[in-house]
């Protein structure tokens, strides 16, 4: 199916009822649309295509695969630093609580800069933003390499995280507006795959190198392939988001810096002062309130930096959170199995990145079978996918509760919640993406990769302290802390995945009550879906 680039979006696109048609043969630059509206009156208009076969439009595929060489490394690159902290210390003869910055750091420029995301789409092209995030990327790696201090270090991991922030939301954009639309659940499942399976590699990859080869080649290895493939952009890095001409709004600027890098700042700390420190409850406080105001900001200023428009509908609401609270459960696993096994079972750093690599590689293929399955079944059978992660919660809080903590059990339990996670993640996260107008996806995009950063950071904050401060539990056959911690940790998944799986029976029950198993409503003759076509016609008359 042909994706269309629209030119304008008005208040209410529920207007837009009737009977559509088109026909993708009136030339080799645009698509006759022919609109029936209610007062049956036909208009035909003809609008410009995305695609083609050079730089400024480019083919989908070729740019795809440009975009995911070079975003898997970037992604991958945010989580290598954790498993490096030992070696960081001795370096560079700074204590613990300062090292976790080159996390932090990049994590915070990392949440910000998704938010501006939208806006950054709708002011420079492409390819502008292609080069320029990949030049940052390179340029931060480079920068960690040689550098002889930890200011100089940290000074890296900000540049790239100026680089991914940029990057990122951009391959959803390239995918909701250019693929073909039965198999935009393919895609999607493609660039979730990127997103989550290096996120779940990265620190193995890392332990590994840092093991036998020293930390300063971990940033080595991020070079060569976005490197290469920049190069490659200059001919498959094409634009296809129709720009506008507005301001940039400097109250929005303030409320989302203080938002997303509240929150951000006061999550990253809570495992070195804990959730009752004054730095931590202040700038939490701080972030909560700020983000709640952006949001409602939005809604009212001129010159929103994230559009809201078509993006307070339940299917997108719903969808995103299901996708974000579900995923970002497998941060808070990455954030204390290792420990665990390192810890409690007394196993080197290179062990416990192995007993991740099955989950990760199972992680990583099932992606694309989730994305295949939305393609036909839309987000049907997502709470599937959360049973499964269901499943594995109860296994390894079992394990815990029981003083039975094995490397084996570890494995299968990471492994059977890593096939329920992309599941989740291309189901829900893909329909979320496609449920809107193309001109709001980048907006769209913004909203999901932003909070999927909050979410993943809430995650990981909570379960490291919630490992750390249970010595006794009363349930508990062993008396050791970070077993009664894991345990409580396994809950809270518990508890979490429960509820999301009765909301997610619910949800569909509910959706597909009205809809058929592509999101089309069902008997409804005048009112065809806008994702049928992927296109809502709007136009100046």
Same mark, same amino acid.
């Given at each position: 199916?042909?994706?269309? *680039?629209?030119?304008?979006?008005?208040?209410?696109?529920?207007?837009?009822?009737?009977?559509?048609?088109? =026909?993708?043969?009136?030339?080799?630059?645009?698509?006759?649309?022919?609109?029936?509206?209610?007062?049956?009156?036909?208009?035909?208009?003809?609008?410009?295509?995305?695609?083609?076969?050079?730089?400024?439009?480019?083919?989908?595929?070729?740019?795809?695969?440009?975009?995911?060489?070079?975003?898997?490394?970037?992604?991958?690159?945010?989580?290598?630093?954790? @498993?490096?902290?030992?070696?960081?210390?001795? *370096?560079?003869?700074?204590?613990?609580?300062?090292?976790?910055?080159?996390?932090?750091?990049? @994590?915070?420029?990392?949440?910000?800069?998704?938010?501006?995301?939208?806006?950054?789409?709708?002011?420079?092209?492409?390819?502008?933003?292609?080069?320029?995030?990949?030049?940052?990327?390179?340029?931060?790696?480079?920068?960690?390499?040689?550098?002889?201090?930890?200011?100089?270090?940290?000074?890296?991991?900000?540049?790239?995280?100026?680089?991914?922030?940029?990057?990122?939301?951009?391959?959803?954009?390239?995918?909701?507006?250019?693929?073909?639309?039965?198999?935009?659940?393919?895609?999607?499942?493609?660039?979730?795959?990127?997103?989550?399976?290096?996120?779940?590699?990265?620190?193995?990859?890392?332990?590994?190198?840092?093991?036998?080869?020293?930390?300063?080649?971990?940033?080595? %290895?991020?070079? !060569?392939? +976005?490197?290469?493939?920049?190069?490659?952009?200059?001919?498959?890095?094409? =634009?296809?988001? *129709?720009?506008?001409?507005?301001?940039?709004?400097?109250?929005?600027?303030?409320?989302?810096?203080?938002?997303?890098?509240?929150?951000?700042?006061?999550?990253?700390?809570?495992?070195?002062?804990?959730?009752?420190?004054?730095?931590?409850?202040?700038?939490?406080?701080?972030?909560?309130?700020?983000?709640?105001?952006?949001?409602?900001?939005?809604?009212?200023?001129? =010159? +929103?930096?994230?559009?809201?428009?078509?993006?307070?509908?339940?299917?997108? $609401?719903?969808?995103?959170?299901?996708?974000?609270?579900?995923?970002?459960?497998?941060?808070?696993? %990455?954030?204390?199995? !290792?420990?665990?096994?390192?810890?409690?079972?007394?196993? /080197?750093?290179?062990?416990?990145?192995?007993?991740?690599?099955?989950?990760?590689?199972?992680?990583?293929?099932?992606?694309?079978?989730?994305?295949?399955?939305?393609?036909?079944?839309?987000?049907?059978?997502?709470?599937?996918?959360?049973?499964?992660?269901?499943?594995?919660? $109860?296994?390894?809080?079992?394990?815990?509760?029981?003083?039975?903590?094995?490397?084996?059990?570890?494995?299968?339990?990471?492994?059977?919640?890593? $096939?329920?996670? +992309?599941?989740?993640?291309?189901?829900?996260?893909?329909?979320?993406?496609?449920?809107?107008?193309?001109?709001?996806?980048?907006?769209?995009?913004?909203?999901?990769?932003?909070?999927?950063?909050?979410?993943?950071?809430?995650?990981?904050? @909570?379960?490291?302290?919630?490992?750390?401060?249970?010595?006794?539990? +009363?349930?508990?056959?062993?008396?050791?802390?970070?077993?009664?911690?894991?345990?409580?940790?396994?809950? %809270?998944?518990?508890?979490?995945?429960?509820?999301?799986?009765?909301?997610?029976?619910?949800?569909?029950?509910?959706?597909?009550?009205?809809?058929? /198993?592509?999101?089309?409503?069902?008997?409804?003759?005048?009112?065809?879906?806008?994702? *049928?076509?992927? %296109?809502?016609? $709007?136009?100046?008359?």
């Amino acid at each position: 199916m042909t994706s269309i *680039e629209l030119k304008k979006l008005e208040e209410n696109t529920e207007d837009i009822t009737s009977d559509v048609t088109y =026909n993708d043969n009136v030339n080799n630059e645009g698509v006759l649309v022919e609109i029936k509206n209610d007062e049956e009156k036909k208009s035909e208009y003809v609008i410009k295509k995305v695609g083609g076969g050079g730089p400024e439009e480019p083919k989908f595929v070729p740019m795809l695969l440009t975009f995911i060489s070079v975003l898997f490394f970037t992604v991958l690159n945010e989580c290598v630093a954790t @498993v490096m902290y030992s070696d960081l210390v001795k *370096e560079f003869d700074k204590k613990l609580t300062t090292i976790q910055w080159v996390t932090t750091g990049f @994590v915070l420029v990392l949440a910000i800069g998704m938010v501006y995301s939208s806006f950054i789409a709708k002011h420079l092209y492409m390819r502008t933003i292609f080069f320029t995030a990949d030049i940052l990327f390179v340029l931060g790696s480079l920068i960690c390499v040689v550098s002889n201090s930890f200011i100089l270090l940290l000074i890296g991991r900000i540049i790239q995280g100026f680089g991914t922030a940029l990057l990122m939301p951009q391959i959803s954009n390239v995918i909701i507006i250019m693929s073909p639309r039965d198999r935009i659940g393919f895609y999607n499942g493609i660039s979730m795959l990127v997103i989550i399976t290096g996120s779940a590699l990265g620190p193995t990859i890392s332990g590994l190198i840092t093991k036998f080869l020293g930390w300063r080649y971990v940033f080595a %290895l991020l070079i !060569p392939i +976005p490197l290469i493939g920049g190069i490659f952009g200059y001919w498959t890095i094409g =634009n296809i988001v *129709e720009q506008e001409d507005t301001k940039l709004d400097i109250l929005s600027v303030i409320l989302a810096i203080l938002g997303y890098g509240g929150i951000s700042f006061g999550l990253g700390n809570t495992g070195d002062y804990g959730f009752g420190s004054p730095l931590v409850i202040v700038t939490l406080i701080v972030g909560v309130l700020s983000l709640a105001a952006f949001f409602v900001w939005e809604n009212f200023c001129k =010159n +929103p930096l994230v559009s809201l428009k078509n993006l307070g509908r339940p299917i997108f $609401i719903v969808n995103v959170l299901m996708s974000n609270i579900i995923n970002s459960n497998l941060v808070g696993w %990455l954030a204390i199995i !290792p420990f665990i096994i390192q810890n409690y079972l007394g196993q /080197s750093v290179f062990i416990s990145g192995l007993a991740l690599l099955p989950g990760g590689v199972l992680n990583a293929t099932l992606n694309i079978l989730g994305g295949k399955i939305y393609d036909k079944s839309y987000f049907k059978y997502g709470p599937v996918g959360i049973t499964l992660i269901f499943i594995a919660s $109860i296994f390894l809080f079992i394990m815990h509760i029981t003083d039975n903590v094995k490397l084996w059990i570890i494995m299968i339990g990471y492994a059977v919640g890593n $096939i329920g996670i +992309p599941l989740v993640a291309s189901m829900y996260g893909t329909a979320s993406l496609t449920c809107v107008p193309p001109q709001s996806t980048p907006h769209a995009a913004a909203i999901f990769h932003s909070f999927y950063q909050l979410f993943c950071a809430l995650c990981s904050a @909570v379960y490291v302290a919630l490992l750390n401060n249970f010595d006794d539990v +009363p349930f508990n056959a062993s008396k050791d802390p970070l077993v009664n911690g894991g345990s409580i940790c396994f809950l %809270l998944t518990i508890t979490i995945t429960g509820i999301a799986l009765i909301v997610g029976i619910v949800w569909s029950v509910i959706f597909f009550k009205d809809h058929d /198993s592509k999101g089309n409503l069902k008997n409804k003759k005048n009112k065809k879906d806008i994702n *049928e076509i992927h %296109l809502v016609v $709007i136009i100046d008359r």
